[in-house]
């Protein structure tokens, strides 16, 4: 197959946009794609300090480089999660990071979330019984939305890609999930000490950002966090891969068709944010869900070290205020 554009070797073929690009030119392509795509939503301008959510996996480092080609002001943010697994995946997707920001001169903060709440994910799920996808998408968006307002970034963006918007779709639809088809959009403005939050790979597929890495050479980890195995999005997934196969664009329509036809799912009034009485983060409790799982963690930290006499009476008060703060986010 040829390029479309120069007629060398194609090293990619797009049926949803019946293109073929070769090496040379599917870089320019993508940075264009992804500029159309910021300038559709409104999502920031050059003028804009952007604080990129970066994993070490491919979405989130071709985003950072993307941007950085395009001439925006992005700087990367690195969320230590202190998970192990085979091959050290915190390490490793931290080394990607760095070893990016390296390259293209840009800063790289990195917050530990051990230092930050007490313990890496793996113990305060432990200790928490939490789901560790529940406590670790708390703790990373408010680490995100804190961090943003300390370093006075206006913007956050993360690198979430068409197929992860519409697999997250799909699932809302299935369930009739109204509070989150609301605030399902890839600008979500400013609001009650909530920084603003993009998601300018909405529109580019995983086989795209993966194929951007590849061309221009961005190292990154391919190991899945080990918590994301089994995720029912994965199966999500792999439907949805079929249909499009079958229909190349029937992705982008059923998400393009959700967000004309969205404002159905509003909700009357968005519940009122107050600054939480700990950490002044908005929240619609008087102490943030973050808190109570940092409170949680060390109450559990200090159960621990107790006699199991000890722990068996004073568990028994523990679970009943749990269950008092049972359905309350932040
Ligand atoms: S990092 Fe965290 Fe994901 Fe791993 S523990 Fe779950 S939420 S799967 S994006
Ligand atoms: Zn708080």
């Not at 968006?141 to 006075?152: F, G, I």
């Not at 519409?166 to 600008?187: E, K, T």
């Not at 909405?202 to 221009?216: D, G, P, R």
């Not at 908005?282 to 006699?307: D, F, K, M, N, W």
């Amino acid at each position: 197959m040829k390029c479309r554009k120069c007629r060398e070797k194609a090293i990619i073929y797009m049926p949803e946009h019946r293109l073929a690009l070769c090496a040379a030119c599917y870089s320019p392509w993508f940075l264009d794609y992804t500029e159309r795509t910021i300038r559709k939503f409104r999502m920031f301008s050059r003028t804009d300090r952007i604080l990129v959510a970066v994993s070490g996996g491919k979405d989130s480092l071709s985003l950072w480089h993307a941007l950085n080609a395009l001439g925006y002001e992005a700087d990367g943010f690195y969320i230590d999660l202190g998970i192990v697994g085979r091959d050290g995946y915190s390490e490793q997707s931290k080394r990607r990071c760095q070893e990016l920001a390296e390259r293209i001169g840009r800063r790289l903060h990195i917050v530990r979330v051990a230092e930050q709440v007490g313990a890496p994910i793996p113990d305060i799920t432990d200790l928490t019984a939490r789901q560790a996808c529940s406590a670790c998408g708390l703790i990373k968006r408010y680490l995100m939305n804190r961090y943003a307002w300390e370093a006075d970034y206006d913007v956050i963006a993360t690198g979430h890609n068409l197929d992860d918007e519409v697999a997250v779709l799909f699932s809302n639809v299935l369930n009739w999930n109204r509070g989150y088809l609301a605030r399902q959009y890839p600008v979500l403005d400013e609001r009650e000490g909530l920084k603003k939050k993009v998601k300018p790979l909405v529109y580019a597929t995983e086989k795209q950002t993966t194929v951007y890495a590849l061309v221009n050479r961005i190292a990154y980890i391919r190991d899945e966090c080990p918590y994301a195995v089994g995720a029912t999005t994965l199966s999500y997934k792999a439907i949805l891969a079929q249909l499009e196969h079958q229909a190349p664009g029937t992705k982008r329509r059923f998400l393009d068709g959700f967000y004309q036809i969205r404002a159905l799912f509003a909700e009357p009034e968005a519940p009122e944010l107050i600054p939480c009485v700990r950490c002044g983060q908005p929240t619609t409790t008087e102490v943030c869900a973050y808190c109570r799982l940092i409170e949680h963690v060390q109450r559990r930290r200090g159960l621990l070290s107790l006699p199991a006499r000890e722990i068996e009476t004073l568990e028994g008060s523990e679970s009943a205020a749990d269950s008092a703060h049972a359905g309350i986010s932040s």
